[in-house]
């Protein structure tokens, strides 16, 4: 058995992708594709969720479906829900959230603040809700939040974006402790700055030549993989766990 199929045993046959239509959601499905995973893909923007959808069927003959929704929508589950009716769902990736600017709290709009957490916040505790259930009755399965290393500490301009990505930090750990004893892997991998179509948007340019762009991570050329960021995210949580009990979070100054 080769390490795709391996992969593919304990957390397919079909995994859900929430935020899969460009950057590192996109390169996550090609990945997965890769060892013979089945996609439902997730995201607003149609026509490039499907173009990612067709690359995944056509360069690795899997299923793949694009369901274009927005992931702040009240009545999300529901919709997720009929679009995975029947589906044997071993893995959630929930990639969504990527901050579209940088501006002060007062700056923004209360609202704007308000589709962050919606997003960040109930987003994936919703899906996680839905489809944590069926993988603890399998006893097997994988739950991956993407966060941002702006989780650590408070940013300037950042400072709603810093709070939600903590949160979903903090979520992915007490999860972990919950559904480790089910076979359920759960982890978060808070991302460094990542050069994706969402930074360049922010007004990001990419110059290999200046330093902090050399650190700069780029996804469809990374050799990160999806089973990386379970496998490895994983570890480290345990060594955490090992350290600090079922209060992992007493290891942490927040």
């Excluded at 997965?32 to 893909?41: E, F, K, P, Q, T």
């Excluded at 995975?84 to 923004?108: C, K, M, Q």
């Excluded at 762009?213 to 570890?235: D, H």
């Excluded at 090992?242 to 007493?250: F, H, K, N, V």
């Amino acid at each position: 058995m080769t390490d795709g199929q391996g992969f593919a045993a304990r957390y397919g046959p079909w995994a859900v992708i929430a935020g899969a239509s460009e950057g590192i959601g996109a390169a996550l499905a090609d990945e997965l594709a890769s060892c013979g995973i089945d996609l439902v893909l997730i995201a607003r923007n149609g026509p490039l969720l499907e173009e990612v959808a067709a690359r995944a069927r056509d360069t690795h003959g899997v299923q793949a479906r694009a369901v274009v929704q927005d992931l702040t929508d009240p009545d999300v589950v529901v919709k997720i829900a009929a679009a995975t009716d029947g589906l044997e769902v071993g893995l959630l990736i929930y990639n969504a959230g990527a901050s579209d600017r940088t501006s002060t709290f007062l700056d923004n709009e209360f609202d704007y603040s308000l589709i962050q957490v919606a997003l960040d916040c109930v987003g994936p505790m919703a899906l996680t809700h839905h489809f944590a259930p069926a993988m603890t009755e399998r006893v097997r399965g994988g739950i991956v939040i993407v966060a941002s290393l702006a989780c650590l500490a408070g940013s300037a301009t950042l400072a709603v974006y810093s709070a939600v990505k903590a949160f979903q930090h903090t979520f992915a750990e007490g999860l972990w402790a919950e559904l480790r004893p089910h076979g359920v892997d759960v982890c978060c991998t808070p991302r460094g700055m990542t050069y994706t179509p969402a930074l360049a948007r922010m007004g990001v340019a990419y110059d290999p030549r200046l330093r902090c762009a050399r650190r700069t991570w780029r996804p469809r050329s990374s050799k990160t993989s999806a089973t990386g960021l379970v496998s490895s995210s994983a570890r480290r949580i345990a060594q955490w766990h090992r350290r600090c009990g079922p209060s992992t979070g007493a290891c942490w100054s927040r």
